[in-house]
């Protein structure tokens, strides 16, 4: 398959989401519809190194294709990133970006009658929230919905509000915010214990995991191990 062309994009909105990550708002001037899957990405051509290979920074997109040529990212600051160090301390609305995509085949499955379990960390959130507001949005069809969010603290929760407010409106769909360093009247621990407990009737179900790669090992080791087949599982590793 031939590479896509770099294109321009211009940053139009910029917001603190929680004290580590923001939220950016890009516009395709040279397209009428950025149209692209739920759950692909972009990559990003920053210039921050003379080698091309070290100048590219992917992120998967965090909005739903809504039909406009605007599309938002969801970031968090790393300590000593030079890709998000650039975007943060340099990057302001009126910026521009060199682009290309969407790219990417971590998308919804095909048959959505089974129940779909959507595990991340941190803003490995972002190809979900995509996924479950367009699926709201065009009201399809789907079997029950787990999305399984884990994170250290409850700051750190990203669309939360959304999110509760989405659970309530669509009985599908289940919201599981998780926390590893905090205590607090919801779930605390790791994901792993949360979708295992949803999954103890071994029902049929498909599994996209989105996150450091270090949960996502767990993950995949231990929904084998459950009894699901490997093919029922799509990976997605940050970092």
């Known amino acids: 398959m031939a590479l896509q062309p770099w294109i321009t994009g211009n940053v139009i909105r910029i917001a603190d989401h929680t004290p580590t990550t923001r939220q950016f708002w890009i516009e395709v001037p040279s397209l009428s519809d950025f149209d692209f899957k739920p759950g692909q990405f972009v990559t990003l051509d920053l210039p921050i190194h003379e080698k091309p290979n070290k100048r590219w920074r992917?992120?998967?997109i965090a909005s739903r294709p809504d039909g406009t040529n605007v599309f938002e990212l969801i970031i968090v600051k790393v300590e000593n990133g030079a890709g998000t160090t650039y975007l943060f301390d340099q990057v302001v609305v009126g910026s521009t970006l060199t682009l290309r995509g969407p790219?990417?085949?971590f998308v919804l499955p095909e048959h959505l009658e089974d129940?779909?379990?959507?595990i991340c960390t941190g803003t490995g959130i972002a190809p979900f929230r995509s996924m479950v507001t367009h699926l709201w949005k065009h009201q399809i069809h789907t079997g029950v919905i787990h999305l399984v969010f884990g994170?250290?603290?409850k700051e750190d929760l990203l669309y939360s509000a959304e999110l509760t407010h989405l659970q309530q409106e669509n009985s599908s769909f289940h919201y599981h915010p998780v926390l590893s360093r905090e205590s607090w009247d919801g779930k605390t621990g790791y994901v792993h214990a949360v979708y295992e407990a949803?999954?103890?009737q071994k029902q049929p179900a498909h599994f996209l995991l989105?996150?450091?790669k270090n949960m996502?090992?767990?993950?995949?080791?231990r929904i084998q191990a459950m009894?699901?087949?490997?093919k029922a599982i799509h990976r997605e590793i940050y970092g």
């Open 58 to 60: 992917s992120y998967s």
């Open 103 to 105: 790219q990417g085949v």
């Open 115 to 118: 129940d779909l379990f959507l």
């Open 151 to 153: 994170c250290r603290k």
């Open 198 to 200: 949803l999954c103890e």
């Open 210 to 212: 989105c996150g450091w």
């Open 216 to 221: 996502i090992d767990e993950a995949y080791a």
């Open 227 to 230: 009894g699901y087949d490997k």
